[in-house]
């Protein structure tokens, strides 16, 4: 775990996932959605799996498949990480990213959260780019009860021109509703396409008459234009290897692609910049949709949340409150689990030697007391009183900071940094739990190599009738 080769880059993804149908009349189905939106409840739900798809940092990031049936078709679910966006920046969102782009779904349903909607309309929008086939569920609807938000399911279809389902995917009922809108999805929809500012528009234009004259599977050629503006090199190998033939060698292609971007060089949109523009056209369209759909009745109540991220996530404050805070962690793990460690080890010290006294009264031979009580049992003492204290400690505290929200803004303000070893924000988190992990293995490891004897309170343990133990 941690920073490493595998888990870092493009290692770290599950390449070209494959799907299996059972019959050529099986449908794919994706199920795409932000981090944590009950893509995998949903998932669990219809197809009576105990799946969890892991999507961080340090692991090998894959999809998980299974089966349910409508009354119309029968469908092969496929669980996919969470992604706030197809401009993938991270391992697990190229898996995404790439099982939608080129996975070849039949269909795809993308899990919302209902609390935050307008942040996961993002990806709805961008969804819509790749699929027409698109059924959105505005999962957390009970949540968003509790809330008193408000969505209106029926004007937000109307607007992104694709089904919208609001449910509770806990509620057995509510994804047996999900089925049916599957069943029930047209072919052909005509979803909401977002407007980009003009000259980009002009490009994708330019673009897309040269591709729809080339062989391009299930890609729509508006998205291919967006995306050969963007110049995402990891897009383009995996394009490389979907469309089976040279894209990036086809002459005419690449002409065009080099005048419309010189074009749009010479208005000011080159490089990054056009992905900005990009952006912010899905932010501004996100924004609309949700200013239209959301009604929320407490006002005040994301008001103490933006107040603490702005806080805690400031330049000036940002840093200081996270290294305070991880170092109050680290301190409450390592030096205050010294007090517990120091009452377990008198414990196991004291059964020890009513364990010798009664070998002694029964008159073990020496071998069997070696073996069992300053062999096995001191060892075993020595390990739960070095190990547990700082685990008891340690893992709660980190479940509380991730709770209460604290670790996605660690991972935020850590992002810039370890981007520059090709890592990202959420690693953090992982090479956290991995150093806490070789702090309290550090003195069982020490243990075992004897030195660990002759340090502070563990000197204590050495047996009198055994010397110095091991
Ligand atoms: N209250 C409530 N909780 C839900 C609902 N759906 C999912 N959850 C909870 O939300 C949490 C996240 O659910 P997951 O299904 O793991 O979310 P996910 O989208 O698969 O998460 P990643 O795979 O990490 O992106 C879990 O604790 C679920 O129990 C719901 O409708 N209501
Ligand atoms: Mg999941």
Known sequence: MGLTGRSTGRHAVDRAPSVCRRSETDRVVALAGNPNVGKSTVFNGLTGMNQHTGNWPGKTVSIAQGRCSGREHDYVLVDIPGTYSLLAHSAEEEVARNFLCFGDPDAIVVVCDATCLERNLNLVLQTLEISSRVLVCVNLMDEARRKQIHISVKRLSERLGVPVVGISARKKQDLARVVRELDALPANNNPYRVRYPEPIEQAISGLQTVLEARELKRLNPRWLALKLLEQDKTLEAELQRYLGWDILGDAELQDCRRTVCEALAGQGLDGDRIKDAMVSSLVSAAEEFAGETVHCENHGYSGFDRRLDRILTSKHTGYPLMLLLLLLTFFLTITVSNVPSGWLSSL??????????????????????????????????????????????????????????????????????????NACGKQALTMCVVDIGIRTAMPYSAILHGGFLTSGRYAAWAHPKSGSGF
Not at 357 to 384: N, Y
Not at 398 to 406: A, I, K, V
């Open 348 to 421: 196991f010290g004291f059964l020890e030697e009513q364990l010798t006294a009664w070998f002694t009264r029964l008159g073990a031979p020496d071998w069997l007391h070696g073996l069992l009580v300053t062999g096995m049992f001191r060892t075993l003492g020595w390990v739960v009183s070095v190990m547990l204290p700082p685990m008891a400690i340690f893992f709660p505290l980190f479940t509380l900071l991730e709770d209460c929200g604290y670790l996605p803004r660690i991972a935020y303000n850590l992002d810039r940094p370890f981007r520059c070893c």
